[in-house]
């Protein structure tokens, strides 16, 4: 298959074959917490690219302003950044304020903000472990319930949560984001809206062999993590909600034989 365009760094891309319709989100907003870098922020272009506009949220406003300079010059579309800490219920509610007010709509919700470290479940503080549960489950919750109670209870839209296959096999040095992760496949199940999950494939593991037990042979790009997103928050699955739409080139699926 023919793979999409994407570049390492938080940089735009320089160019972008479209597959989709280039007007699939057309005047539509879409809320992307994390947004300002990584896959986030792919999702954001991929999105604006696409006729959307954007709202990108996260703890560091000196990153969001320089993406959406970016984000905006690229796409032509409108990016606001706002500073949120998805651990706190408050500034979910002040953004949700905020972007109301400035695009009086909100039709999608990226739950994408996740922090992560390695470490050894026996050198993992009780504060460690809470802290990657409070932004990666807790955060996925608050977002989530502001966006529903200030829009899409009386609105509609589409959640789509990022998340990872950490939490279906388990993972070494990772005990407290596979705990999180897994918490989040059944709060995007048992869910009445759309939500996704989706593994990064490794991105930044790039040892040689190190991608060998992957049935497709390579890590996934930011790209593609990003049309799975557009795929889900899209009337392109209009009859899809409580999904988990696993994107890891079949890796959790098998292992190596050796
Ligand atoms: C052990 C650690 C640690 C580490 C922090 N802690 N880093 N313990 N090893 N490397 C402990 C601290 O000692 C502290 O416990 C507690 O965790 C909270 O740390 P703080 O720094 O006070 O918290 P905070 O400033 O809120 O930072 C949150 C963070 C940080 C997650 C710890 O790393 C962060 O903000 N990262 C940026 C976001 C990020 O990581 N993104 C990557 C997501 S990738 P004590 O007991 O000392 O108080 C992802 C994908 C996963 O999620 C899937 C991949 C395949």
Redesign the pocket.
Known sequence: KLLPEDVDTDDCLTSYTYIYSPDLLKDQVAFIT?GGS?IGLRIAEIFMRHGCDTVIASRNLDKLNEAAKKLSAVSGRRCLPLCIDVRQPDSIMAAVDEILKEFGRVDILVNNA??????PAT??????FK??LD??TLGTFNTSKVVYEKWFKDHGGSIVNIS?T?GYRGQALQVH?GSA?AANGELTSSEDARFFLK??G?LRVEAAGAFQSIPLQRAGNKTEMAHCALFLASRASSYTTGAILVADGGAWLTSAND
């Open positions: 994390g990584g996740a922090g992560n470290f390695l470490c050198a993992l503080s009780f504060n460690a802290t990657v932004i990666d990872a950490l984001a992760k593994l990064s490794g």
